[in-house]
C-alpha cells in the first residue's frame, strides 16, 4: 500500500512540527494549562492558510502526550442537534479508559459558518462555555461574521505561511528518507511555488518523484498552479475511493476547475485505477454517457445538462466497479493537460495568425488555420522575397514569423533561415514606420 | 449464514446500532465479531455472534465486511415475523444479501445490500478492571433510567453491598431508584465496597433499551469515576457495552 507522504510524515512529536514556533509554544502553554486544570479560555481557536500544520500540531501532541482525539469535520454536521450529539456529549464525558485525557478537534470551522449554520455556531458556544477536555477549533479563516460568537470565547492563536526554507528543509528530509534523488533547485523550486503550504508542497514532491526517473525544474512548472494540483489530487482521491456516488460528488465541491479538466483527470487515470475489464467497461460507459452531457451542454448552450453531466462523471467509478481497489494507486498527471499547458503559448500564436489571415481573406479562423497557414510556412521557407511581401500583407509580427519558420523548420534550407530573417527585418522596418 | 429467527438478527444489528451507524464484522470460521465505538468516543460495542448460534455456518477464510448498519436496519424493518433467515456475504462483489423465508416455506424474499469500503476493524477493547459488579433485570434498570432523563441529562450510578442506585439530580428536582439486595430485580451483587460514577442518560438508555430486546438481565460492572460495562447474555454470543464516566466538575 503506498501512502501519501502527507500522512507518512506527519509529525508525531511536537518538536517535529515545522516553523510557527511562536504558535507552538502558545499552544503547548495552553493545553498544560489544562493539566494544570485552569485553562483561561476553554477552546483555543488555530487559524492560517491551509497545508502549514495547524492540525498537525494538534496531532503530535495528541500522540506525544496519549491524548485520545475525537475529530469532528464541522462541514459535515452543522447543525445544532448533532453539534449537541457529538461535541457536546463528548466534551463532558471522559475517555473509553477513563481518563480525562482527550482533545475534542473541531476542524474546518468556517465550513459550519459558510453554509447553512442551523444553530452550529450557537450549540458551539454554548459547549464551549460547559466543556471539561479542551476543544479545538481549526479554521483557514475565523473572521466571517458568524463566527464572531466563538472567537472571543476561544484563544486565538494564529499560523503563518511558512518561509520557503523551512518548507525546502523538509522536502529535503522527506527525499533523503525515500531515498529519492531530486536536485536541490528543484526542492527549491517548489518550496517557491507552494507559497508556504507544506502539505501541497508535499504531494507535489510525491506527484514528481512517482512519474518520472530524473526531476528537472521544467517539470515543476508542468505541476501547474500549486493549488489546484493538491485540490485535484485530492478530489480524485475522493472521487475513486468514495462509498457513494454522493460522497464521489461532494469531491468536487470548492474545486475552482472547470469541468471539463476534471474529465480529463478522471478519465486519464480510470485505466490505471479500474483493474478489472469489465468494470473497466462499465466505467468508461457511464464516463462516455457524460461526455455527451458535457458536449450537447456546450453545443446547445444548455447549463441545465451540467446536473446529469457531473454527477456522471464523478459517480462513474462507485458506480461502475464491482470489485474494490487494492490499497492506493498513485494518480497520474493527464498527458493531454500536460501538452496544453506546454504549448498553450504557441496555440496562441497560431490562433492570432489564423485570425488576422481569416480577417484578410474573408474566411474562418478554422480554415485559416487547417489550409491557408500551413502554405504560408512553406512560402515563408523559400527564397524569393514572396514571403516578406506576405508576412506584410497579413500584418504578422516577428513572433508570429517565428512560429512558422521554426514548426516547418525540419525541411527548410540554409538559405531560408536568411530569408526568414530578412522577412522578420522588413516587417520591424514597417512596423518601425507605422 | 442460517439462523432460525430472524427477528433475532435484527434485534442484534439494533443493539450495535445503538452505538454506531457502520462498523466492520470480523468473520473467520467461529463466527463474527464486531468492536466499535461511537464518533464521540464515549461508547463502545463489542459484539459476538459464535457460529454455533446459526444452524449452518461456513465461511471461507477470515475476512472483514464493512456495511452500514443504519441502511440494513431499513432493510430489517421489513421481517414478518416467524420468519428464517439465512445471511449470505459475497466479498469479491462486496454484497451481502439477506434471505428470508416464512415459517412454511411459501415465500422467500432476498434483500441485496451493498457493503461499503472496507475499513481496518478495530480489534481490542481498552482494559479495564471493575471493583463491582451487580446484576440486576433489565426492565428494571430501563425503567430507572427513563425515571432519571425526567430531571437531568446525567445519572449517577452506585453499587455497594446491599444495593444499586440511579440517582439524578436536575433543577426540577431529584429521582432516586434504589434496588436493594433482597428485591427481585437484583439477582446478585458482588463488591466489597462502594462505587459510583455519572453517566449520560443518552448512552444509556439507547444501549439498555437494545439490550432489554435481547436479553432479560444485565451485568454491570463498575468502579469509582470509571467507565462502566453493561453486559447482556445472549445464546452463543457476547454483546457487552462500555460507556465513559461524565468528568466531574471542579
Known amino acids: 500500500m503506498t501512502y501519501l507522504w502527507v500522512e507518512k510524515y506527519r509529525p508525531k512529536k511536537v518538536s517535529e512540527v515545522v516553523g510557527n514556533q511562536e504558535a507552538i509554544e502558545t499552544f503547548v502553554k495552553w493545553m498544560r494549562s489544562w493539566e494544570l486544570g485552569k485553562p483561561e479560555k476553554k477552546a483555543a481557536f488555530l487559524y492560517g492558510p491551509a497545508g502549514i500544520g495547524k492540525t498537525s500540531l494538534v496531532l503530535a501532541y495528541a500522540k506525544e502526550y496519549g491524548y485520545d482525539i475525537v475529530e469532528v469535520n464541522a462541514s459535515d454536521w452543522r447543525n445544532e442537534e448533532k453539534m449537541k450529539a457529538i461535541v457536546g456529549e463528548s466534551s463532558l464525558n471522559a475517555t473509553l479508559d477513563g481518563s480525562t485525557k482527550k482533545i475534542i478537534l473541531v476542524d474546518e470551522v468556517d465550513g459550519i459558518a459558510g453554509r447553512e449554520d442551523a444553530g452550529g455556531i450557537a450549540a458551539l458556544r454554548k459547549i464551549i462555555t460547559t466543556t471539561r477536555v479542551p476543544i479545538v477549533l481549526v479554521a483557514n479563516n475565523p473572521w466571517d461574521q458568524k463566527l464572531a460568537p466563538i472567537r472571543d470565547q476561544a484563544l486565538m492563536i494564529e499560523f503563518k505561511r511558512l518561509s520557503k526554507t523551512v518548507v525546502y528543509k523538509r522536502l529535503k528530509e522527506i527525499c533523503e528518507k525515500e531515498g529519492v534523488k531530486i536536485p536541490d533547485n528543484v526542492l527549491m523550486k517548489l518550496a517557491e511555488k507552494s507559497e508556504g503550504d507544506l502539505r501541497s508542497a508535499i504531494n507535489d514532491l510525491q506527484a514528481l518523484a512517482g512519474s518520472r526517473e530524473t526531476v528537472t525544474e521544467k517539470d515543476v512548472d508542468i505541476l501547474g498552479e500549486r493549488n489546484r494540483v493538491k485540490e485535484i489530487f485530492e478530489a480524485l482521491r475522493m472521487v475513486f475511493y468514495a462509498k457513494s456516488i454522493r460522497s464521489a460528488r461532494v469531491a468536487l465541491e470548492g474545486l475552482e476547475l472547470d469541468p471539463d479538466t476534471i474529465y480529463t483527470w478522471i478519465l486519464d487515470n480510470v485505466p490505471n485505477q479500474v483493474i478489472d475489464p469489465e468494470d473497466l467497461a462499465e466505467v468508461y460507459e457511464i464516463l462516455a454517457r457524460a461526455d455527451v452531457f458535457f458536449t450537447r451542454m456546450n453545443r446547445y448552450q444548455m447549463w441545465k445538462l451540467m446536473k446529469y453531466a457531473v454527477p456522471l462523471m464523478t459517480g462513474s467509478i462507485v458506480a461502475g466497479r464491482k470489485t474494490p481497489p487494492k490499497g492506493f494507486q498513485k494518480f497520474t498527471f493527464p498527458p493531454k493537460i500536460r501538452l496544453l499547458q506546454q504549448y498553450k503559448n504557441e496555440r496562441e500564436i497560431r490562433q492570432n495568425i489564423a485570425l488576422k489571415m481569416a480577417s484578410k481573406l474573408h474566411l474562418s479562423t478554422y480554415k485559416a488555420s487547417k489550409e491557408v497557414l500551413p502554405y504560408m510556412a512553406v512560402i515563408l521557407s523559400h527564397v524569393d522575397g514572396r514571403g516578406s511581401k506576405l508576412a506584410k500583407f497579413f500584418e504578422l509580427t516577428e513572433e508570429e514569423i517565428e512560429y512558422l519558420a521554426k514548426n516547418y523548420g525540419p525541411a527548410m534550407k540554409k538559405e531560408a533561415v536568411v530569408e526568414v530573417e530578412g522577412v522578420k527585418k522588413s516587417v520591424k522596418k514597417t512596423s518601425k514606420r507605422t | ?250
Not at chain 2, 70 to 97: C, H, N
Open chain 2, 1 to 250: 449464514m442460517r439462523l432460525p429467527s430472524a427477528d433475532y438478527f435484527a434485534d442484534l444489528m439494533k443493539a450495535i446500532h445503538a452505538v454506531v451507524d457502520e462498523g466492520t464484522f470480523k468473520i473467520t470460521e467461529e463466527g463474527m465479531r464486531l468492536i466499535a465505538m461511537d464518533p464521540a468516543h464515549i461508547s463502545l460495542v463489542d459484539f459476538e455472534l459464535s457460529s454455533s448460534a446459526a444452524e449452518e455456518y461456513e465461511c471461507g477464510g477470515e475476512l472483514q465486511m464493512t456495511l452500514s448498519i443504519s441502511e440494513m436496519m431499513k432493510f430489517l424493518k421489513r421481517i414478518k415475523k416467524g420468519e428464517s433467515l439465512t445471511v449470505i456475504y459475497d466479498d469479491q462483489a462486496r454484497k451481502l444479501s439477506l434471505i428470508l423465508v416464512d415459517a412454511t416455506g411459501s415465500r422467500e424474499r432476498t434483500f441485496t445490500l451493498n457493503t461499503l469500503e472496507t475499513v481496518e476493524a478495530r480489534s481490542t477493547t481498552p482494559k479495564l478492571s471493575f471493583d463491582a459488579k451487580a446484576r440486576l433485570n433489565v426492565d428494571a434498570v430501563l425503567d430507572a433510567i427513563k425515571d432519571s432523563d425526567v430531571v437531568s441529562d446525567y445519572v449517577k450510578i452506585t453499587i455497594n453491598p446491599d444495593e444499586v442506585v440511579f440517582l439524578a439530580k436536575g433543577e426540577l428536582g431529584t429521582i432516586q431508584t434504589k434496588f436493594s439486595k433482597m428485591g427481585a430485580a437484583v439477582y446478585e451483587i458482588e463488591t466489597d465496597t462502594e462505587v459510583w460514577a455519572h453517566f449520560s442518560i443518552n448512552y444509556l438508555e439507547k444501549i439498555v433499551k437494545a439490550g432489554s430486546e435481547l436479553s432479560e438481565e444485565v451485568i454491570m460492572n463498575l468502579s469509582t469515576n470509571k467507565p462502566i460495562k453493561l453486559g447482556f447474555p445472549i445464546p452463543s454470543g457476547k454483546l457487552e457495552y462500555l460507556i465513559a464516566p461524565r468528568i466531574e466538575g471542579t
